[in-house]
């Protein structure tokens, strides 16, 4: 059989990517479908080709399927999902998709009021033939005891800050870093806080990956650790990527520790989210805030940081268990890592978690619609 495929010019627009046909008509069903719905589809120079007809993405990810999916697929009902072991991650053929859980339809919708929570291992990547239909919530971000999806990848991902010290109290853990530099970590009465490390260059994301770990605190790294970073989430469409709904991948709060004078964790980091389709628009929520740092020790156990539930509103560090113990610094809000509110005034008393810096947001065209992005992409 005979393809006709389109030839491709690249385009930058902003941070992201887009890779628009430069004309003529695409031969094969799926270049036809694409164009049928929601605009131009999102293809890269490959797609339509006899080398590799079943191939999706034009930046960061990029997936090819062992067949192209022919029905749609609708989240109707709360689903979580692990991406390290479901039965329902998708077989890929090209190696740089190996490591993703694939999920795939000839249109995805998760519906209004209905959320799809990925954790596990790997990231969580939807492809659809037409559209995408945020409606309800996809939830990439990690709380206590559910690390979103590919969170904390590695230490190649993810480098190590300088670690907190221990004086006549604990120093307090750095907020994590990823998109945004984490806070540092509160000093006390000769406990030095640990200093969050830099945040990544643009040039060294060159793979969907999840957020980075907060740091932990002395004495008890058991107890006092650093919050999760946010978890990793693409969403590929041939045509529109719509989204009513929310897209979170923010990090999880500090940990407090559990011993008089011990510092505490900071905040993880937010996460990864790829959005990667003709139209992108935006009347919800989309954000990777990073995590709140957790309340030093001082008479009480602290109190943890808490976890970004909001767009628009930073996640707090744990405050109000002590009166010795400084107050958590609240995650990232769109930038860096919010600074530590100290109140640490006594000997007795061990240093607050720095907040978690802000994620990474990536997208093939500008955004558009009312809606709340944090941090910008």
């Given at each position: ?182 806070a540092d970590g509160e000093s006390n009465d ?105 309340e030093g020790n001082g008479g009480n156990v ?32 769109g930038g860096a890592g919010g600074a530590v ?37």
């Open positions: 059989m005979l393809r006709r495929f389109v030839v491709l010019t690249p385009v930058l627009v902003g941070c992201g990517f887009e890779v628009q046909p430069s004309g003529g008509a695409t031969g094969d069903a799926r270049g036809d479908a694409a164009n049928a719905t929601d605009g131009a589809p999102q293809i890269d120079a490959t797609i339509g080709t006899p080398d590799a007809p079943n191939c999706f993405g034009t930046g960061l990810v990029h997936v090819c399927l062992a067949t192209v999916p022919t029905a749609p697929r609708l989240f109707a009902a709360d689903l979580l999902i692990d991406t390290g072991t479901s039965p329902l991650c998708e077989a890929t053929t090209n190696p740089e998709a190996a490591d993703l859980c694939v999920l795939s339809g000839a249109g995805i919708e998760i519906a209004s009021s209905r959320t799809l929570r990925a954790r596990g291992t790997r990231p969580l990547v939807l492809i659809s033939t037409t559209k995408i239909d945020v409606s309800g919530t996809l939830d990439a971000s990690s709380r206590p005891s559910a690390p979103g999806p590919n969170s904390d990848p590695d230490l190649t991902a993810c480098p190590p800050g300088s670690a907190a010290t221990n004086g006549g109290s604990g120093g307090g853990g750095y907020g994590g870093s990823f998109g945004g530099k984490g000769g406990g030095v806080g640990g200093v969050a490390p830099a945040a990544a260059s643009p040039a060294s994301i060159t793979a969907l990956r999840g957020g980075c770990r907060g740091g932990s605190s002395t004495l008890s790294t058991s107890t006092a650790v650093g919050g999760r970073g946010g978890g990793a989430v693409a969403l590929i469409a041939w045509g529109q990527i719509i989204v009513p709904g929310v897209i979170n991948a923010s990090g999880e709060g500090g940990k407090p520790g559990q011993f008089q004078d011990q510092g505490s964790g900071g905040g993880g980091s937010g996460g990864m989210i790829v959005l990667d389709g003709a139209t992108i628009v935006n009347t919800g929520a989309i954000f990777a805030n990073g995590g709140g740092g957790a602290g109190k943890p940081g808490s976890e970004a539930l909001s767009a628009t509103a930073a996640a707090a560090g744990g405050s109000g268990n002590t009166t010795l113990g400084g107050d958590g610094g609240p995650g990232s809000l509110v100290g109140n640490a005034t006594d000997s007795g008393g061990g240093g607050a978690g720095g907040g978690g810096g802000a994620g990474v947001i990536k997208t093939s065209v500008q955004i558009t619609g009312a809606g709340v992005v944090s941090p910008a992409p």
